[in-house]
């Protein structure tokens, strides 16, 4: 890109390299050509200390951290603070609510981190324009949102190719999602648990609920879903990622779980974008997304979360009622031309001129 001369970037993520959480950073800043950093999850001290040293001895003109992992954010303040190498830093999630779900300790101490990490940043890249505000209230000079794109389209035929294999009959309504199925404790809920309890009430037997993913909550939904596991309820596993689009081509509408607190209410779900190039309508709580993005798609429940009894018990409702016309008045409004909010080029565009103007403007301080 113009402009960019001499000057070098490194970008790393804290979840790993191996993440989607580095595939997203490196393909935002592409055009400028920043130096990846092999961050390790699993050696995160390591990959911290290692990353000073880097930095040390590349000298670059900035670091750009995806995520907000405390050892990464620790070494990015520590270099700034030693070197004077600024960084930018880019998150999905509000930190201090987010830990406050482990216990109340790791969320004081998370506020904290959070708000050292906004004011000592140069800027501050939100997935969402809340996380923004966030941000600037907790002192980021300045700040952008980037909300992500999907990664791949449905292939041709897959809608009628994934429901064979899955062996769902030709009028059946499939309401799903996609994403780790990781069971929280603290709150007794795994994706799709809001699915599987709405579904298992219904008295229609053409309803049926597809969960795509694994992780340590699935055999709570296998125990959930009792006799009704392959039939009503459907548990495919982990797919790889090529082949998500084409099981959302499956669905007839898609669940977006989200806690309507300091948790969810600051997010769009990872999963967001998928639906959104899938063309699916979406059911979802009363988060400040499902107003702000909703251009007639969106079925809004009540309830603080969706695992809630009144969250589940209007999903019930909803899905007892649900008729084809009424799914396609919100396909139709799904799939309508407007602005995509999650366009990937766009979002690069706008990602590289923030980074340009913001080093444009380090480079003009005095020393």
């Known amino acids: ?20 959480d580095a595939q997203r950073i490196r393909r935002l800043l592409e055009p400028l050509r920043p130096e990846p950093y092999a961050f390790a999850y699993k050696r995160k001290v390591a990959s911290a200390i290692g ?35 600024p960084f930018v830093v880019c998150s999905g999630d509000a ?32 997935w969402t324009p809340y996380l923004v505000g966030r941000a600037l209230t907790f002192g980021a000079p300045r700040a952008m949102t980037a909300p992500g794109w999907a990664r791949t389209r449905a292939t041709t035929d897959a809608r009628a190719s994934i429901r064979r294999r899955l062996g769902i009959p030709a009028d059946a309504l499939v309401v799903g999602l996609a994403g780790s199925l990781d069971w929280r404790e603290s709150v007794g809920y795994v994706y799709g648990l809001e699915l599987v309890r709405a579904v298992v009430r219904l008295e229609r037997r053409d309803i049926m609920a597809c969960i795509v993913g694994e992780g340590s909550g699935r055999g709570r939904l296998e125990e959930l879903a009792g006799v009704d596991l392959g039939s ?43 639906y959104t190039a899938a063309g699916l309508p979406i059911v979802t709580g009363q988060t400040p997304a499902a107003y702000d993005l909703d251009d007639g798609r969106f079925w809004r429940l009540p309830g603080s979360a969706p695992w809630s009894p ?57 020393r």
Not at 1 to 20: K, P
Not at 60 to 73: D, F, Q
Not at 95 to 114: D, K, T
Not at 333 to 348: H, K
């Open 95 to 126: 930190v201090g609510p987010y830990l406050r779900l482990r216990s109340p300790p790791a969320g004081l101490i998370g506020a904290l981190y959070e708000r050292l990490l906004c004011r000592r940043c140069a800027g501050y890249v939100g």
């Open 310 to 366: 009144i969250y589940i018990g209007a999903l019930a409702e909803l899905l007892e009622a649900l008729t084809p016309e009424a799914l396609a008045t919100r396909r139709e409004a799904a799939l309508r031309e407007r602005g995509d909010p999650f366009d990937m080029f766009a979002q690069q565009r706008r990602m590289c001129a923030f980074i340009e103007d913001l080093l444009r403007e380090r480079a003009s301080q005095p």
């Open 232 to 274: 009503r309820v459907l548990l495919p596993g982990r797919v790889p990622p090529a082949e998500v689009a084409d099981y959302l081509a499956a669905f007839d509408l898609a669940s977006l779980p989200q806690s309507v607190d300091r948790v969810g209410a600051f997010r769009y779900s990872t999963k967001l974008s998928e």
């Open 51 to 85: 990353l000073l040293r880097a930095a040390r001895r590349r000298r670059p003109s900035l670091i750009v951290m995806e995520g907000t992992g405390i050892a990464g954010g620790v070494a990015v303040i520590a270099i700034d603070a030693l070197l004077g190498v």
């Open 1 to 20: 890109m113009d402009g960019a001369g001499n000057r070098s970037i490194i970008c790393f993520a804290t979840h790993g390299d191996d993440h989607l």
